[in-house]
């Protein structure tokens, strides 16, 4: 199984920008998705963003999608969410995940990391 640790949260403005680490270790197979999710307080946990690591396919919710950049280091074995016209309704625990296959499903991940913080004012 794949270890995975999340850096990178914080307070920004509304219209600012952060970007968000995941440090991943163990083996990572070309098939494998890494994937960000988030969770509001009393929301379900809900997908952001995917990529797979082999071929550097992605996917990203339509919420997100033209505003935030999923990408992996594959040498440094690192991947990262970068977050740009950030709104309040981002706010949430964002949380890196690894699965077999580039889905966009909570059920389809089995590897998670501990999750970041991100608050945005207004």
């Known amino acids: 199984q794949v270890q995975l640790v999340e850096s990178g949260g914080g307070l920004v403005q509304a219209g600012g920008s952060l970007r968000l680490s995941c440090a991943a270790s163990g083996h990572i197979f070309s098939w494998y998705a890494m994937g960000w999710f988030r969770q509001a307080p009393g929301n379900e946990r809900e997908f952001v963003a995917a990529?797979?690591?082999?071929?550097?396919?992605?996917n990203y919710a339509a919420s997100v999608k033209g505003r935030f950049t999923i990408s992996r280091d594959s040498v440094k074995n690192m991947v990262y969410l970068q977050m740009n016209s950030l709104k309040p309704e981002d706010t949430a625990l964002y949380y890196c995940a690894a699965a077999g296959r580039l889905g966009t499903s909570r059920s389809e991940y089995d590897s998670w990391g501990q999750g970041t913080q991100v608050t945005v004012s207004s």
């Open positions: 990529i797979r690591w082999g071929d550097g396919s992605t």
